[in-house]
């Protein structure tokens, strides 16, 4: 059974991601990342979205994980695509939505194989040297870990608000949509914030 964190859907596992050690699982990612930026292929897109939905579908709960995944973002995926096809062709687009799941999906496994205090201990470690200068590895790890958060929450109230345009016949209005969607995203900042307010975190 999953347990939800700050940072997702942690899956106690013994599979060889879940054995690797957070830094390691970062830099590979942050590898493929460089690597599907750099050298745009369409091939290549797809060979690393397929490997991403293998290793969701071993990792982080089957293939219910991979759609549930993969749906909270259908919506930018196929605005991306379809804008990218228009002014560059399909190869581009392929290309460019292929890295986009690819690396959505390989971040699920990320956090679905890693336990959030494993992964903020980590983050922690790697800003330490930059304490010298005045940074908080403490409020970086914070940061990182709100933001991570913060990608499927915001795509979740963009599918939320879009089922509720469609629902009152609104979907051809990108006003039912947007207007919502900011108040909603302003609004869940606006708690976040209050809530790490109340707790004393960034009184000084």
């Known amino acids: 059974m999953s347990q939800t964190t700050l940072l997702g859907n942690y899956r106690p596992g013994t599979t060889v991601l879940h054995r690797m050690t957070p830094g390691a699982k970062l830099g590979l990612l942050a590898v493929t990342a460089i690597v599907l930026v750099l050298f745009r292929s369409p091939p290549l897109a797809l060979g690393a979205l397929a490997?991403?939905?293998?290793l969701t579908t071993w990792t982080a709960g089957g293939l219910r994980a991979v759609r549930q995944t993969l749906r909270r973002i259908a919506f930018v995926a196929v605005m991306l695509g379809a804008w990218l096809a228009w002014q560059k062709g399909w190869p581009r687009a392929v290309d460019s939505v292929g890295d986009l799941l690819a690396l959505v999906l390989l971040s699920s496994v990320l956090t679905a194989t890693t336990a959030v205090d494993d992964m903020l201990d980590t983050i922690?470690?790697?800003?330490?040297?930059?304490?010298?200068f005045g940074v908080s590895p403490e409020r970086v790890a914070l940061v990182f870990s709100l933001t991570i958060r913060a990608i499927p929450t915001t795509l979740e109230i963009a599918h939320e608000t879009r089922d509720a345009a469609v629902a009152r016949g609104l979907q051809r209005s990108p006003r039912a949509r947007l207007i919502p969607l900011v108040i909603r995203v302003v609004a869940n900042a606006r708690s976040t914030g209050a809530a790490l307010h109340a707790r004393g975190i960034g009184d000084d």
């Open 51 to 54: 490997v991403a939905v293998a």
């Open 124 to 132: 922690t470690r790697g800003v330490e040297p930059f304490r010298r």
